[in-house]
């Protein structure tokens, strides 16, 4: 049964709230803004939230449920973190403050950058962009920037592997690139022959994700990086899988030049529900006078005769692509990344991906035999099945995502990386215990049996919610976003 509408409940002549007398000379609304034709629902305080209240027990979250959202590490994260970032000294500041009354949050910014460089093995970071795609766009234009500060203007295109996030030709063509794509070999990597052979001095860098959107290791990023780097092309790394790496790899030690990673993704904030994220972005020390302005910095300043450090805003960086937001940066998110690495430390990280890389590896194994594995090969941090052999029987991946919510389970990724057909990219993340990893390949393992032995039993699901199989091309089409009565 569909959850009924506040409009549906109304009740004519019922109150939720008293509004306090005014306090203020009353005068006449201005009639062209006045509208008589918008009936709002009349109900008391009590209904208000029984219905919101309803409303929130519908909905599948990371705090209820398993979540193994391929490509988006959809961890739990720890309340402590919540908690700090509440914290009055950080909640009750403004970006417009003199820099003098916000020292705490300027170094909590700038400790930060240096835990990110020391990550990532890239030591110049800026934490202004707020989302992944939008750190992403900052690394093409540091690299665009470097290029055209060289006098190297013909450099007009940009390699793209054919498993990349769909982000990544996005970002490319909107500063201004002719996007060529790369394959993939047969073990899911880079195909090197094939980059070395597309590679020229038109090329101006490569986009890559490591590990790649299909689970695995470049197996050859070395020698990728060698082809790239030996044309004076630069190489771009989407971050958005760093948490398959902490503290076992740094990706500027295998050849990357800027990479952005996603805050909300591996360091601790909500991932999920438009936001707030973080982009920051982390490049080599040669590229570090690209970044966006200003930067987080530090000084030592003389007073009463003894040194201090102070930390303040660094805006004298002329050859910076410029701000690329408004302030600098969603703080709350630094606040809980910072908190995240504090109380890991260096072997809770490493702890953080190793776990990660065994619970996806776990996954993988235990359901290899019941869905095809285009890869055959130990993933990293997400395993990536393909539903072709379901599909040859009439059930295809959507049924099986669609059936799996019937069973207690949020749908994995589908469909995506676009080279996998009928894809399912499984990211269990750190977080999950072996019990429910083990519930979660039970529930797999029932629908490979019922796509051979009841085909129409995960066709037709899910039947055990509140709204069932939707036209999704209709609504995307004809969106109905109006309440007509």
């Not at 090197?192 to 990023?221: C, K, W, Y």
């Not at 600098?328 to 190793?354: I, T």
């Not at 994995?412 to 072996?434: G, K, N, R, W």
Request: charged letters at 20%; proline letters at 7%; one cysteine or more.
């Amino acid at each position: 049964m569909t959850e009924p509408l506040l409009f549906e409940l109304t009740s004519p002549g019922r109150v939720g709230c008293r509004l306090p007398a005014v306090d203020v000379p009353e005068a006449a609304l201005p009639g062209d803004l006045l509208r008589e034709d918008l009936p709002l629902p009349e109900l008391s305080e009590r209904e208000v939230v029984q219905h919101f209240t309803r409303l929130s027990q519908l909905n599948f979250s990371v705090d209820t449920g398993f979540y193994p959202l391929g490509s988006c590490t959809m961890k739990y994260n720890p309340k402590m973190h919540e908690d700090v970032a509440r914290y009055p000294g950080f909640t009750q500041i403004h970006p417009r403050q003199d820099e003098s009354t916000v020292q705490g949050a300027l170094q909590l910014m700038c400790e930060l950058q240096g835990y990110l460089g020391e990550i990532t093995g890239l030591p110049a970071v800026s934490l202004q962009p707020v989302a992944g795609a939008h750190g992403e766009l900052t690394g093409m234009l540091i690299i665009r920037a470097y290029h055209l500060e060289r006098g190297d203007e013909d450099r007009n295109t940009v390699l793209v592997p054919d498993s990349a996030h769909g982000t990544n030709p996005a970002t490319a063509a909107m500063c201004g690139y002719r996007v060529v794509t790369v394959p993939s070999d047969r073990r899911g990597n880079i195909d090197a022959q094939e980059l070395d052979r597309l590679m020229d001095e038109s090329v101006a860098g490569l986009m890559l994700t490591n590990p790649n959107t299909l689970g695995l290791f470049e197996e050859h990023i070395l020698e990728v990086a060698e082809i790239v780097h030996g044309a004076g092309g630069l190489i771009y790394c989407d971050g958005a899988n760093m948490n398959a790496l902490l503290g076992i790899s740094k990706p500027g030690e295998l050849g990357t030049d800027v990479l952005h990673l996603n805050l909300h993704k591996t360091f601790s904030t909500p991932h999920g529900g438009g936001g707030p994220g973080g982009g920051a972005t982390a490049v080599t020390e040669e590229l570090g006078p690209f970044l966006p302005l200003p930067v987080v910095a530090r000084r030592e300043t003389k007073e009463a005769g003894a040194g201090r450090l102070e930390y303040y805003l660094d805006y004298d960086r002329p050859s910076s692509i410029g701000p690329v937001s408004g302030f600098f940066g969603n703080f709350g998110v630094m606040v809980k990344a910072y908190a995240y690495l504090r109380s890991l430390g260096e072997s809770g990280l490493r702890e953080v991906s190793e776990d990660a890389v065994l619970n996806a590896n776990y996954v993988l194994h235990r359901l290899k035999e019941y869905y095809d594995l285009p890869y055959d090969r130990f993933c990293l941090h997400e395993c990536v099945f393909s539903g072709t052999v379901q599909a040859k029987l009439g059930v295809h991946t959507i049924d099986i995502a669609k059936r799996l919510i019937d069973l207690g389970f949020h749908p994995p990724t589908v469909y995506f990386p676009l080279i996998v057909d009928e894809a399912l990219m499984i990211e269990p993340t750190e977080t999950e215990s072996v019990e429910t990893l083990d519930a979660f390949v039970a529930a797999m393992r029932q629908i490979a049996r019922e796509a051979e032995e009841e085909p129409q039993v995960v066709r037709s699901a899910p039947e055990s919610t509140p709204v069932g199989r939707l036209d999704e091309v209709a609504a995307a089409r004809e969106p109905n976003l109006r309440w007509m009565g």
